[in-house]
């Protein structure tokens, strides 16, 4: 084990894509705890030399979290909040951006309009945590709308969308509070108020992940046929070419006064799992974990309860098929990420940092017990696949660590 970062605050991992390219750098931000939004710079530290060097500084009252990299090339994407944040228009689930910081400059990743006619391909309220595809092509992030908050919070219902390299994206500015973006977004999910009870509908799409570049597959809140609320396993195909990115379906990829903004035509979610059923339905939101397709594109990973309430890994294939629970430990505790080789995934279990082997399931520590457990947030193999990283509170504050895998 190797402490990283040392200085008197925290230092917040996103869950994914850590790691630059060169496996030199680890990508943080500086929120207070994980759950303010409070945070001023995106920063990166050495992990060699433990030099640390900031990225991104916000001003105006903004603030700037969430943070991952590019595969392959130096850039960054983050969360960045509203400017001269007043009353009116402060931070929140439908009041932030992705912003893009490459070779000393920054550009919005999503465009904002939210006053009528709506612009086709821009946003209508606020993204978060911004992936990018294995390809570094597109990037996926989770959304919420300022449109149907205005006209009614429980119609501003949490979806996956994704930002196509199709830009830009300039709407007319008709308020101060919209602005062009240099992607084309849209939606790719699709929620419903009141979904119909033990029917495929969803209320909310999340905690999304790539299945190679053509594929996202996600977290959907289902109602079982008692009304209870079961977290199922989604997967949408993603459009092939530009044309069908800007391709309506059955109603406007901008959505309307009284509608969210809808899927580009031919993007349609399938419904992977099934578990109303089984004796704990549902994959789990604790640990809170993002579904996770391994590098060949042919597994999807997540968390479900066994028989007994452990929480364990399950793999099912893209299709559908071939469901199988991976482990059968204590359970685990936290969130996790494949391995770049696809032979094992990473994340917390007993305490320890461990891997679990994606043929037999079989656990492999990597560290010893400490006077604090790993933080759940985050488990991140290195590109190389030489090491992996986590967060663990030390005298007082969330440091960075790191850890060989052979």
């Not at 910081?101 to 086709?120: C, R, Y």
Request: proline share 8%.
């Amino acid at each position: 084990m190797k402490q990283v970062t040392f200085a008197s605050r925290h230092h917040q991992l996103t869950n994914t894509r850590t790691w630059t390219a060169d496996s030199r750098w680890l990508v943080f931000d500086v929120r207070p705890s994980g759950a303010s939004f409070t945070g001023e710079t995106i920063e990166r530290v050495n992990v060699d030399t433990g030099e640390v060097q900031v990225i991104y500084r916000a001003g105006a009252g903004a603030h700037v979290g969430v943070v991952t990299v590019h595969p392959s090339r130096d850039e960054y994407v983050f969360i960045h909040g509203p400017e001269h944040p007043d009353d009116s228009w402060r931070y929140d689930f439908h009041h932030r951006r992705g912003v893009i910081s490459a070779g000393g400059s920054v550009s919005n990743l999503d465009a904002m309009d939210i006053t009528p006619p709506f612009t086709p391909g821009a946003l209508r309220g606020g993204s978060h945590v911004h992936v990018w595809s294995p390809g570094g092509e597109y990037v996926s992030f989770t959304y919420n709308d300022h449109v149907m908050h205005a006209l009614n919070p429980a119609l501003d219902l949490r979806n996956v969308g994704v930002a196509a390299p199709f830009g830009p994206v300039a709407p007319a500015g008709r308020h101060p509070r919209e602005y062009p973006g240099s992607r084309w977004c849209v939606l790719v999910s699709r929620t419903v108020p009141a979904p119909v009870p033990g029917s495929d509908d969803i209320n909310r799409a999340y905690e999304e992940g790539w299945v190679g570049d053509r594929q996202l597959a996600f977290i959907g809140d289902t109602l079982s046929a008692q009304g209870e609320k079961v977290p199922e396993l989604f997967i949408v195909d993603l459009p092939q070419d530009e044309a069908s990115w800007k391709r309506a379906g059955d109603a406007p990829l901008c959505g309307t006064e009284s509608a969210l903004p809808a899927p580009p035509a031919g993007v349609h979610q399938r419904r992977l799992t099934f578990t109303h059923g089984r004796k704990y339905p549902g994959l789990v939101n604790v640990p809170r974990h993002w579904v996770r397709g391994n590098p060949q594109g042919d597994q999807i990973a997540f968390l479900m309860r066994d028989d007994g309430g452990a929480v364990q890994m399950w793999l099912i294939a893209p299709d559908g098929s071939g469901l199988r629970q991976l482990t059968r430990c204590g359970g685990i505790e936290s969130a996790f990420n494949w391995h770049p080789s696809g032979q094992c995934l990473g994340c917390v279990i007993d305490g320890r940092i461990a891997t679990v082997g994606a043929t037999d399931g079989e656990v492999r520590f990597l560290t010893q017990k400490g006077e604090s457990a790993p933080s759940a947030d985050a488990v991140v193999f290195s590109p190389d696949g030489e090491q992996i990283a986590w967060m663990q509170d030390t005298a007082g504050f969330r440091q960075l660590w790191m850890t060989p895998v052979n």
